[in-house]
Nanobody, 117 residues
Framework: QVQLVESGGGSVQAGGSLRLSCTVTGNQYSINMVDWYRQAPGKQRELVAGISKTGSTNYADSVKDRFIISRGGPGNTVYLQMNSLKPEDTSIYYC???????????WGLGAQVTVSS
């Protein structure tokens, strides 16, 4: 079993920055990628960025060159550094991973990010 806990959400004006953290605990043998998704009211959940155990990263086109995903810190923590934030980045951001053998999805409870114009 894997547990994911997000922190670091908040409110910021357009152009500002925030950093989200996802603390990953539990049996991590079977997981590879840790991803950030987001979901705005009335919209589908979308993939924002992902990072593998070896450090390979991928980004949605809408956040490329503004967001940076990384690993480090105490334990197994995944960060999402969000720069040049726009009002359209306003969403609940979820940390996600998957058991690659059993195809089980793990989700955090989410962190609210609000960007005002």
């Amino acid at each position: 079993q894997v547990q994911l806990v997000e922190s670091g959400g908040g409110s910021v004006q357009a152009g500002g920055s925030l950093r989200l953290s996802c603390t990953v605990t539990g049996n991590q043998y079977s997981i590879n990628m840790v991803d950030w998704y987001r979901q705005a009211p009335g919209k589908q959940r979308e993939l924002v960025a992902g990072i593998s155990k070896t450090g390979s990263t991928n980004y949605a086109d809408s956040v490329k060159d503004r967001f940076i995903i990384s690993r480090g810190g105490p334990g197994n923590t995944v960060y999402l550094q969000m720069n040049s934030l726009k009002p359209e980045d306003t969403s609940i951001y979820y940390c996600h991973s998957q058991d690659r053998y059993r195809k089980l999805d793990y989700w955090g409870l989410g962190a609210q990010v609000t960007v005002s114009s």
